[in-house]
């Protein structure tokens, strides 16, 4: 499956911005998708899963409550709503799908099979 993710750009601190990823190439209701974000010098982390009926939701404690998830099956997309953005928020920002279900792995970049390029996300203080 091909991935694109866009809607990142420059936003004040308290500001929001909605991320899209439009998927194409597979049927996308077989994948659950997940958005992870890198800092520059930081390693990649999670953000937020959503599996493929919409159901199943995990969120990173750290956006819990500011950040939601979403996905429309019907149009090949997932979404993260971004609200109340802070400073720290800023980071380039990566949707990913992976074929198999729910583990401990899906909390790391190496449970996820396919990646859209990222795009970057900048809070301005």
């Known amino acids: 499956v091909q991935l694109q993710a866009f809607g990142g750009g420059l936003v004040q601190a308290g500001g929001s911005l909605r991320l899209s990823c439009a998927a194409s190439g597979r049927t996308f209701s077989n994948y659950a998708m997940g958005w992870f974000r890198q800092a520059p010098g930081k390693e990649r982390e999670f953000v937020a899963r959503?599996?493929?009926?919409?159901?199943?939701?995990y969120t990173a404690d750290s956006v819990k409550g500011r950040f939601t998830i979403s996905r429309d099956n019907a149009k090949n997309t997932v979404f993260l709503q971004m609200n109340s953005l802070k400073p720290e928020d800023t980071a380039v920002y990566y949707c990913?799908?992976?074929?198999?279900?729910?583990?401990?792995?899906?909390?790391?970049?190496?449970?996820?099979?396919?990646w859209g390029q990222g795009t970057q996300v900048t809070v301005s203080g």
């Open positions: 959503i599996g493929r009926s919409g159901v199943s939701i």
């Open positions: 990913a799908a992976d074929r198999g279900y729910f583990t401990n792995r899906s909390y790391l970049p190496q449970g996820y099979d396919y």
